[in-house]
């Protein structure tokens, strides 16, 4: 069966798992969500890396935007939000969180543990090492319309020259995609 956006079905099991694909659905009471994403600008070597995090009301809790001045790969930039994303929990205390991700390749990675002789498996290792600090934590692939919100704020960060980072709010360019999520 194909499903398209805003398609009514009259079972409510099905229902929450269908738009848990396109847009924030938020988490058990007592949960945070965090959503994590890079923007790759190989030309000019940046990698921008956009972080945020909502609590089971759907509401932004904190978010953050920073600059790398390295032109990683797009993997290992896949990745370092991750980390990025995790350290930013743990430095403003929110957690446990549910982590989800855009990159199939990268979360699937991290459950393998198949990167172990890979670049890539430097930086999943030191995430994998924040993940067990705190217990009950997973992290889930959800597709890049349920991770507009980090996006936008990577896209944002590759103009920035230093971390912009704000608590219990969100720039005014992420209103529609923050508050659009939260009318569900």
């Not at 798992?17 to 600008?41: C, E, F, M, Q």
């Not at 609590?55 to 935007?65: L, P, R, S, T």
């Not at 507009?148 to 360019?173: N, T, V, W």
Request: with cysteine; charged share 15%.
């Amino acid at each position: 069966m194909r499903l398209f956006p805003g398609q009514m079905i009259s079972c409510w099991s099905i229902v929450v798992p269908i738009l848990r694909w396109l847009v924030h659905v938020p988490p058990h009471t007592g949960v945070y969500k965090l959503n994590s994403d890079p923007a790759v600008n190989l030309k000019y070597g940046k990698v921008g890396l956009g972080v945020i995090i909502r609590n089971f009301k759907g509401q932004v809790m904190a978010c953050k935007a920073s600059l790398v001045l390295v032109g990683f790969s797009p993997l290992i930039s896949e990745a370092l939000a991750i980390l990025s994303g995790r350290r930013f929990t743990l430095e403003v205390g929110l957690f446990p969180c549910v982590i989800e991700f855009d990159s199939q390749v990268t979360v699937n990675l991290m459950h393998s543990g198949s990167d172990r002789f890979a670049d890539v498996g430097l930086v999943l290792n030191d995430i994998r090492l924040l993940l067990s600090s705190v217990s009950d934590e997973l992290m889930e692939f959800v597709p890049k319309k349920a991770n507009m919100a980090a996006h936008g704020l990577a896209k944002f960060a590759l103009s920035l020259f230093s971390d912009r980072i704000l608590l219990e709010g969100f720039p005014l360019f992420l209103a529609f995609v923050v508050l659009g999520d939260c009318l569900l």
